[in-house]
Structures are given as C-alpha cells and as structure tokens.
C-alpha cells in the first residue's frame, strides 16, 4: 500500500508536513530562467516534502523505462501546462506513476537517492518553482451540499423554521460555474463591482462589493469523461474523480442576494475562484474513507451508494488581516460533515446523460460545521454582519477587506500522524477598479 504509514523516504520530510511519501499530489510548474539556469518550460510535477519531483526529468533520466505502461509514456503529455492530458491518459498509469515514484523516493532504494546528477536534474526546490494552475476545466459546477451551511444561509435570508426548500435532502443541489475565472493559489483576487439593493433602499446603486466574502470548499477533478446521454452509475462514479483539492469560491453577497432570483449564482460568483496547486488522487484519500451523516428521507435508488463514500479531512481557513504579520485561525471543519458525498454528486450530475469531460471541477460548497467555529464563510462566522467577528490585532470583520488575504488548509491524518496534506490555497483582496 503507498499509503502505508510506516514508509519513509531518503528525502528529508518534517513531521506533519503535508506532502510525504504517502502522498504524491500532482501539479503543474515551470522554472523561469536565471542568470545561472535555463526555464524549464512547464513540467508536471509530484509534490515530496518541500520539493516537487519533475517528471519529465525523471522520464529523462530513463527511470521509467521498461517499467510496465510507464514505458510508453509520452514524453510531451510530462512538459504541459495542465494535467488535463496526463488524466486523460487513465487510471493505470496514474496509478502506475505513483507506483514507480513511490519506489523510487523509498528511504531503502539506491537508484535515485545515490546518484547526485540524477537528484539534481529531478528534485527542486519549491521555492525556486512557480506552481502553475494544475487543471484547465473546461466546466466548473459548484454544489451546496453542506447541510449546516445551507441551514445557516436558509435561516439568515429567509426562515429558520423553514431553512432547507423542500428539495434539498432529495438531491445535491447545484448551479453551473464559471470556468473561465478559476486562478491558482497565490493570485489575488479585485474586488469585483456590481449591483446591489439594500433592501430598505428604493433602487439599487452600482459599485464596488461591501460584501466581499470567501467560502470554503473541497473540489474534485473529473478523471474519466463519458458521453452525451450515458449516465454514471452510482456504483461507479468514483471511477471517474482522479482527485481533489482545495478551492475557495469568493463570493459578493451583496451582488448575490440582489441578482439570484429566480435563476441563480451570477456575476456575485465568478469574478474568481481560486484553487489549490496540488491534486490529491483518490488512492491517497483512500486511507480517510467514513460513514457520512444519516440521510433522511431516504435518497431515491440512483443516489444510494452501500459502503463509506466520505472523507474524514480536517479543513481549516486562516486569515492574514492586511497590514497584520500574523494569521489568524477563523474556522476549522472537517469534509466529512458534508451531507452530500462526491459520489452522489457525480452521479446526480451525470443522471439526465449531461455528459463529464476530463478536467471538469466539481466543488463541494462550502464547508460549514456544527459549531459557531467551524463555519465556511464570513457571512456565517458574522452572522450576515449582526455578530462581527473579533480579531487579535483589535480590529474585526463582517466581510473581507482591501488588503486581507485568505489562507485554507486541508490534511487527512494517518494512524502514526503523519498527514497526507493539500498545502494550501491563498490570496488577497485588492482594491477593484
Ligand atoms: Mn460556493
């Protein structure tokens, strides 16, 4: 098993770090060129430890040769800007990649570890990398499957006695995203302007958001596409997700409470959605496999799945107030309280036959807990700005500020804790236009 928790590798990996043996996330990078070295160009890439592992200089430094469906490997798909075509390429050699990797960084194998060219050539440091948008999804779809956080949004805009529509515990509600604004982490994020009413106002005034917020949520990668009218068995829609990662789906509260009736999300939502730069297969989350929470009323059959399909993942959100040296922990939840599992939604969304491309994203919604700690957003931490939120530094927020910057971090903990870790999704809020 590669996420046995006893192996170790020949690289040195601080406890707790998100990125160990047991991991091996994919991700996209480039080196640009120095006075020293030429750019690499983009490469895929394997996150260990605080390096990243090239590919393609490992394909070159021939240590996927003869080795099963990595002989084959096209050296091209190892040098593109986005994992698209290397997923594309299909579970075994996925698998087979993690496999020889594995190997290959294992505290007891030569092959690489003793030969300090070929270590050169294949391990960087990721502070000397830039982290590149990992995926290209051609579609994005945002789901609303925490039962807390809709609980809490139904309660503030409408009523607690009536929080849910009537819909939701039948099937995971969702709106189609915009795919065009996804960022990776490290880019900021411009106050969007727009629209928007208070509503004691007569008529709605257009400017910048007041009411700029983040929403926690885990996002998964489509792995094996399918066709225009064939629907995903429940049974087997896990086959189809190649892995996850972190995502915050900033959101204009202001904009969105104004403009969503009767059709939904708009222009409150897709000014920018940001995205971890590490891709976390299924088969290192296979170790956190749990029992998500009861469902009643029991899910029509297309939705029910025997067998632990949820994810035991401590999430956190930290925030690094502008002008502030030090961030602040705001929430910490965990995946599994989702009510929605990822293969529910997969298989919910594939049910009318929309057909699944490879790279398609899928987010969970935010993540919101039981507590008042572990909610995902501002506008629940706040209470729609009834309750501002008190920080160290003696100021507080209802909503993000010019300056702010939001950090989210994720890990699944194994036995001897070591943690197979996301790393981290950032960015700041710039003053818009
Ligand atoms: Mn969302």
Same mark, same amino acid.
């Given at each position: 098993?590669?996420?046995?928790?006893?192996?170790?590798?020949?690289?040195?990996?601080?406890?707790?770090?998100?990125?160990?043996?047991?991991?091996?996330? !994919?991700?996209? !990078?480039?080196?640009?060129?120095?006075?020293?070295?030429?750019?690499?160009?983009?490469?895929?890439?394997?996150?260990?430890?605080?390096? *990243?592992?090239?590919?393609?200089?490992?394909?070159?430094?021939? !240590?996927?040769?003869?080795?099963?469906?990595?002989?084959?490997?096209?050296?091209?798909?190892?040098?593109?800007?986005?994992?698209?075509? /290397?997923?594309?390429?299909?579970?075994?050699?996925?698998?087979? *990649?993690?496999?020889?990797?594995?190997?290959?960084?294992?505290?007891?194998?030569?092959? +690489?570890?003793?030969?300090?060219?070929?270590?050169?050539?294949?391990?960087?440091?990721?502070?000397?990398?830039?982290?590149?948008?990992?995926?290209?999804?051609?579609?994005?779809?945002?789901?609303?499957?925490?039962?807390?956080?809709?609980?809490?949004?139904?309660?503030?805009?409408?009523?607690?006695?009536?929080?849910?529509?009537?819909?939701?515990?039948? +099937?995971?509600?969702?709106?189609?995203?915009?795919?065009?604004?996804?960022?990776?982490?490290?880019?900021?994020?411009?106050?969007?302007?727009?629209?928007?009413?208070?509503?004691?106002?007569?008529?709605?005034?257009?400017?910048?958001?007041?009411?700029?917020?983040?929403?926690?949520?885990?996002?998964?990668?489509?792995?094996?596409?399918?066709?225009?009218?064939?629907?995903?068995?429940?049974?087997?829609?896990?086959?189809?997700?190649?892995?996850?990662?972190?995502?915050?789906?900033?959101?204009?509260?202001?904009?969105?409470?104004?403009?969503?009736?009767?059709?939904?999300? /708009?222009?409150?939502?897709?000014?920018?959605?940001?995205?971890?730069?590490?891709?976390?297969?299924?088969?290192?989350?296979?170790?956190?496999?749990?029992?998500?929470?009861?469902?009643?009323?029991?899910?029509?059959?297309?939705?029910?799945?025997?067998?632990?399909?949820?994810?035991?993942?401590?999430?956190?959100?930290?925030?690094?107030?502008?002008?502030?040296?030090?961030? *602040?922990?705001?929430?910490?939840?965990? !995946?599994?309280? +989702?009510?929605?599992?990822?293969?529910?939604?997969?298989?919910?969304?594939?049910?009318?036959?929309?057909?699944?491309?490879?790279?398609?994203?899928?987010?969970?919604?935010?993540?919101?807990?039981?507590?008042?700690?572990?909610?995902?957003?501002?506008?629940?931490?706040?209470?729609?700005?009834?309750?501002?939120?008190?920080?160290?530094?003696?100021?507080?927020?209802?909503?993000? +500020?010019?300056?702010?910057?939001?950090?989210?971090?994720?890990?699944?903990?194994?036995?001897?804790?070591?943690?197979?870790?996301?790393?981290?999704?950032?960015?700041?809020?710039?003053?818009?236009?």
């Amino acid at each position: 098993m590669l996420t046995d928790p006893a192996l170790r590798s020949w690289i040195d990996i601080a406890p707790g770090h998100p990125f160990p043996l047991q991991n091996l996330p !994919f991700g996209v !990078f480039e080196r640009e060129a120095t006075a020293g070295a030429p750019g690499t160009g983009p490469r895929l890439g394997v996150a260990i430890g605080s390096y *990243v592992l090239d590919l393609y200089a490992v394909q070159q430094q021939g !240590f996927f040769d003869g080795v099963g469906l990595l002989a084959g490997l096209p050296p091209k798909v190892l040098r593109r800007r986005s994992l698209n075509r /290397f997923i594309g390429l299909g579970r075994p050699v996925w698998r087979a *990649v993690r496999q020889r990797l594995s190997e290959l960084l294992r505290h007891d194998n030569p092959e +690489l570890r003793d030969h300090e060219d070929a270590v050169r050539a294949c391990l960087l440091r990721q502070t000397d990398v830039q982290l590149l948008q990992p995926i290209k999804p051609r579609n994005y779809t945002d789901f609303y499957s925490s039962i807390e956080h809709a609980t809490n949004v139904g309660s503030m805009f409408r009523d607690p006695a009536n929080a849910l529509l009537p819909n939701w515990r039948h +099937l995971p509600v969702a709106y189609h995203g915009r795919a065009s604004s996804i960022v990776v982490s490290g880019t900021p994020i411009c106050r969007p302007q727009g629209q928007r009413k208070a509503p004691d106002a007569e008529a709605p005034t257009f400017g910048p958001s007041q009411q700029l917020d983040f929403e926690l949520e885990v996002g998964f990668v489509v792995g094996k596409g399918t066709t225009l009218g064939s629907p995903v068995p429940i049974a087997e829609a896990e086959d189809h997700i190649f892995g996850v990662l972190l995502f915050n789906d900033w959101s204009a509260r202001d904009l969105q409470s104004w403009e969503y009736a009767p059709l939904g999300p /708009f222009l409150g939502k897709n000014f920018g959605s940001s995205v971890s730069p590490w891709v976390v297969t299924m088969d290192a989350l296979e170790p956190f496999r749990v029992p998500g929470p009861a469902q009643l009323p029991t899910p029509l059959p297309y939705l029910q799945v025997p067998g632990p399909h949820h994810f035991d993942l401590q999430l956190e959100v930290a925030l690094l107030p502008a002008g502030a040296t030090e961030e *602040v922990v705001i929430s910490q939840t965990n !995946f599994r309280h +989702l009510y929605w599992s990822m293969a529910q939604q997969l298989a919910h969304h594939a049910s009318n036959g929309c057909n699944l491309e490879v790279g398609d994203l899928y987010a969970s919604g935010t993540i919101s807990g039981p507590t008042p700690d572990s909610l995902g957003s501002m506008l629940e931490l706040a209470w729609r700005g009834t309750r501002p939120l008190p920080l160290p530094d003696g100021s507080e927020r209802s909503f993000l +500020l010019d300056g702010d910057t939001v950090i989210m971090r994720g890990y699944g903990e194994l036995s001897n804790g070591v943690r197979i870790g996301f790393g981290e999704v950032r960015g700041m809020v710039l003053a818009g236009l």
